[in-house]
């Protein structure tokens, strides 16, 4: 055995091995071999793997000691198992982008000039030939302080800036935190000390000795030191599809990012992090991207015809989707090492189909966002127009004046003015909130769901999953509590409903029976002593196999002791669990050459295979057909009427005369069983599952359990759950009726056939991970009813990745779910709880709604500050609300706002109504009352202060004031009342639905509260002490209780709102509904093929041409941020993206060809984790299906 400590160790850097018998340089070099000539490689410098072994101080069977000494030595000379993330934007970079913003160039551009044409006074003698406009001011001083606006209009600038980088940055660690969050989840289990424990991935050094099982994603490179049946998909590194087998004779390397897609093993960690193959490429790739990115740039401009108009915002979409996706810091899968030969045009096309299409909340909030845009750039445009026009003529042609020279630069200060206010409305009216509430909202609830078992890996996965209407369910550990044990038994032509005593059974059979169980599981598989005194013992590993180990143990047998004696390098061959075999087998060599295979699997499936019962007597019987009917009738179906997994144990002796057979004929060796016994597996439905089923139908989602287990056992479950209700005229069958259903005579699956069925289907059993899909993707293209449904998807195999891809929402285990399922997922169950597939439906519904209320209160606020800046510019010819009061205004309503209303807790009330579906629109009918309500309310209080205000308060009218005025009172009194109005309005915005009680549970909400608070508080700041600045002059008590019951007013005018009841306001419209495909020509769409998805905001740009809304960069980085969220938060992902998805077409070209007797096996025994789809002759043949890229 290899030593595993040592002491005294030099510290010989400068050969970078330490006194370790081989360098890192070594070990890199060697894993870069393939095959053979790595087996070569081996012998030649170390003899065999156990000579590597004891070169890096470890033991192949006892692992490292874990001494921290060791770990850490081990870390200095051949690093960690890390990959280090990307640098973050430091929060200048992200300032400098937020400078990018064109409006707010326009706004910097023109306050310079105003504040550089203030400095400028013309002689007193030439001010009365510049017109009554110019005159009126006495005051030297006043005059001198007319910088201050410009310099005024600046200030807010950078305090808009700082905002918005703050919030980038923090959303950027937001993001951070979430990705090391799923990186501490992940652990891995190595041997050290001679025990299997867990540790995180990064923990992990070289010379540990690693565990590997089906569904593993491998975290280092290694070599095998032994294997049972190990297949590996290393397409991530290749390219290459085709699983390769991996022998100590054949083929024992191992690399990292590669998935186990069969059996398991032991492993020699020998490359770490950056020294691994993944991460020497992503070295590569991190030195050669921008390179790269500039050379397809350039070949796809060659390419692409109509580029001009598009591109400019599609490369500001994809660059904008590769920042954000280069902020993932996850350890990463790299690109194919043959990309470089894929052709660009190709890597699109698969980028296209691949693509997940935009949330629906994105698409409608992008269209809605345009569409107010444009409106506020031609609101601006013609205040503008009006205010020259005015001047023009009041100046020149009323007035009669000419044009002198000393007077231009104060008709030119009058222009920037007007232009100044122009660019305001712009401002005001752009919603550049919108985007930043759905992050806020997002980011929220994304925190808060991870405390109600909610790991969410997509951003945008919790909206969509408000709007879901279906939910496929495993049953296993979802619906159930994945705690199983053996209830009930048939042994020795016996039925015992309850757990036998020891001494019922024949000790001969007894033997049989623990030592099947003892060796013929996953040696990883275990019942531990229980965490608390008195509690249950822990399930550690698959859970089915634990009920069998647990079921030794209640027969009073020790399967350790077994085990201890028959280790597993004693184990001839072992035939793992697949979803073709739907069994598992493992071969001992007796002492005398013969041997001796104990098979498990589901009861229907290998009772087939048996020819021999054991009896009572511990003799043989033969097992005739007849035999097995009766046994389905009077034991299996009995048993799974009760809701339990029927489990068969068997075993086959293989006599020395016979010779050795050939172990890879599986179905010459699966035959001629003997059957030991057969057993009752209860997997108790979890206590709150049915309740949050109830939950489910009442919010109007359809809840369908998809189970690989036997039809009687999944009915059973299905109706404890409340999925089945007595008397429902609801369809539940078996995989193998359901393709039989679904395909036509060619054996294609026909859409038609899928609508008949899925409707009314509320149990899938005896399903294979391919019919899931199947089922998926049915419900999903489906027509049948009106709105398309939205479909969450449960699955913790390795299979199951194309159907949790396919899903709008996939949810993996986060427990019993396999490397490959939780990447393939947009949210990990952190419990594996149903329960918790509810509160993310409440929380995605509380998304929608959050922005909801903005849009409800944010829209209000854009109609009376836009009408208001331009009633007033037209009649006064000067807006009542200046500049930097109306970018105060504006940072209100985006950013306080949207932080307020996008933090509201979601309530039960919630799932009470339907979904809203994808085509409902954002702003409801309800919504517009309130909004046009309030409008057109705020615009009465604004409109007679402005012209009668003066009169009612006994003050000087502000109206008409000349240039470099000093502020008035009047003018304040409107600034103020307006700004009350928003603020008790915000209180109105947070009921959507017509609800009285606007404050109800309004204190859950402390940041709303504070916000609101604070908002009152600085603009009592601002109007006592924001002087010229702020064109604010203090205000009495008086006209300050005045205001502030303007303000109140509105929650009474909210009232009287809500007692309208809409279904009479016919001709009220709804707005900002997604855009439909069928809405687009077809000229359009053949445009749109080359692009990564369908952009609803360039269409409705390419068809307005308003190119300035291209740079808009805030709308647009906030949107691409959670696009790119969205597309995949993993460098992996997007390297699995660039895969063609040519082998999903020929997956379901193999199913069709092959005419399968039965596509649905049973997914009993070890069906947790599935590993490689396949497709069952009734021969027994098995042809395994082309794996998806998941």
Known sequence: MANNSYSGVKNSTANHHGDFGCSLKDLRSLMELRGAEAIGKIGESY?????????????????????????????????????????????????????????????????????????????????????????????????????????????????????????????????????????????????????????????????????????????????????????????????????????????????????????????????????????????????????????????????????????????????????????????????????????????????????????????????????????????????????????????????????????????????????????????????????????????????????????????????????????????????????????????????????????????????????????????????????????????????????????????????????????????????????????????????????????????????????????????????????????????????????????????????????????????????????????????????????????????????????????????????????????????????????????????EIEQERIDKIWPKLRVLARSSPTDKHTLVKGIIDSTVLEQRQVVAVTGDGTNDGPALKKADVGFAMGIAGTDVAKEASDIILTDDNFSSIVKAVMWGRNVYDSISKFLQFQLTVNVVAVIVAFTGACITQDSPLKAVQMLWVNLIMDTFASLALATEPPTESLLLRKPYGRNKPLISRTMMKNILGHGVYQLIIIFTLLFVGEQIFDIDSGRYAPLHSPPSEHYTIIFNTFVLLQLFNEINARKIHGERNVFDGIFNNLIFCSIVFGTFIIQIVIVQWGGKPFSCVGLSIDQWLWCTFLGFSSLLWGQLISSIPTKSLRFLKSAGHGTQRQEIPDEELEDMEEMEEIDHAERELRRGQILWFRGLNRIQTQMDVVSAFQSGSSFQERQLRRQPSTSSQQQHDVTNVSSPTHVAFSTTATDANTASSTVGYSGGECIPQLPVPL
């Open 47 to 747: 003899g065999d793997v156990q000579g590597l072994c004891t070169r890096l101080k470890t033991s192949p069977v006892d692992g490292l000691s874990g001494q921290p000494a060791d770990i850490d030595k081990r870390k200095e000379v051949f690093g960690q198992n890390l990959i280090p993330p990307k640098k973050p934007k430091t929060f200048l970079q992200l300032v400098w982008e937020a400078l990018q913003d064109v409006t707010l160039i326009i706004l910097e551009v023109a306050a310079i000039v105003s504040l550089g044409l203030s400095f400028y006074r013309p002689p007193d003698a030439e001010r009365e030939h510049c017109g009554s406009a110019a005159g009126g001011v006495e005051d030297d001083g006043e005059a001198e302080a007319g910088w201050i606006e410009g310099a005024a209009i600046l200030l807010s600038v950078v305090c808009v800036v700082l905002v918005t980088a703050f919030n980038d940055w923090s959303k950027e660690k937001q993001f951070r935190g979430l990705q090391s969050r799923i990186e501490q989840e992940q652990k891995f289990a190595v041997v050290r000390g001679g025990q299997v424990i867990q540790i995180p991935v990064a923990e992990i050094v070289v010379g540990d000795v690693a565990q590997i099982k089906y569904g593993d994603l491998l975290p280092s490179d290694g070599i095998l030191i032994q294997g049972n049946d190990l297949k590996i998909d290393e397409s991530s590194l290749t390219g290459e599809s085709d699983h390769v087998k991996k022998t100590l004779e054949r083929d024992p390397m191992l690399l990292s990012g590669t998935h186990v897609m069969e059996g398991s093993g032991k492993m020699l960690v020998t490359a770490v992090g950056e020294n691994s193959q993944t991460g020497i490429i992503f070295a590569l790739l991190g030195a050669s991207e921008e390179d790269d990115d500039d050379e397809e740039e350039k070949e796809a401009k060659k390419k692409e015809k109509k580029e001009k108009k598009e591109k400019k915002k599609q490369d500001g979409a994809a660059e904008n989707r590769k920042k954000a996706k280069a902020a993932d810091g996850a350890a990463m899968e790299m690109q194919p090492l043959n990309s470089d030969e894929v052709d660009i045009d190709e890597k699109r096309k698969s980028n296209l189909k691949e693509k997940k299409e935009k949330s629906v909340l994105q698409g409608k909030l992008t269209k809605l966002a345009v569409q107010i845009g444009k409106a506020g750039l031609v609101m601006s445009a013609i205040t503008v127009i009006i205010l020259v026009v005015l001047f023009v003529v009041d100046t020149f042609w009323v007035q009669g004046l000419p044009w002198h020279k000393d007077c231009t630069p104060i008709y030119i200060q009058f222009f920037v003015k007007f232009f100044i206010i122009g660019v305001t409305v712009l401002v005001v009216a752009v919603p550049e909130g919108l985007p930043l509430a759905v992050t806020i909202s997002l980011a929220y609830s994304v925190k808060k769901m991870m405390k109600d078992n909610n790991l969410v890996r997509h951003l945008d996965a919790c909206e969509t999953m408000g709007n879901a209407t279906a939910i496929c369910s495993d049953k296993t550990g979802t619906l159930t509590m994945n705690r199983m044990t053996v209830v009930q038994a048939y042994v020795a032509d016996k039925h015992y409903r309850n757990v036998p005593e020891p001494q019922l059974i024949p000790a001969s059979i007894m033997d049989i029976l623990v030592l099947g169980i003892s060796v013929n599981s996953a040696y990883t598989t275990n019942i531990m002593s229980p965490e608390k005194e008195g509690g249950l013992p822990r399930q550690v590993g698959n859970k089915t196999e634990c009920a069998l180990l647990g079921f030794a143990n209640d027969l009073k047998r020790d399967y350790q002791a077994i085990r201890n004696e028959i280790p597993e390098e004693k184990l001839y061959k072992v035939y793992t669990f697949n979803s073709c075999r739907k069994s598992m087998s493992t071969v001992l060599k007796n002492a005398d050459g013969s041997f001796r295979m104990f098979s498990k699997g589901a009861s229907e499936i290998l009772l087939k295979k048996c020819s021999k019962l054991l009896t009572a007597s511990g003799e043989t019987k033969v097992f005739r057909p007849r035999d097995r009917e009766d046994m389905v009738k009077k034991v299996i179906e009995p048993m799974a009427s009760e809701g339990l997994r029927t489990i068969c144990l068997a075993y086959r002796d293989f006599p020395v005369s016979e010779g050795e057979p050939d172990w890879d004929q599986e179905n010459d060796i699966l035959t001629s069983l003997t059957c030991v016994c057969v057993v009752g597996i209860e997997d108790p439905v979890r206590p709150e599952v049915p309740d949050a089923i109830k939950k489910c139908q009442r919010a109007g989602i359809t809840v369908r359990m998809v189970t690989g287990d036997n039809i009687n056992t999944a009915r059973a479950i299905a109706t404890k759950c409340g999925i089945l209700q007595p008397g429902d005229e609801f369809l539940c069958m078996e995989g193998k009726e359901f393709n039989r259903r679904i395909r036509n005579e060619k054996g």
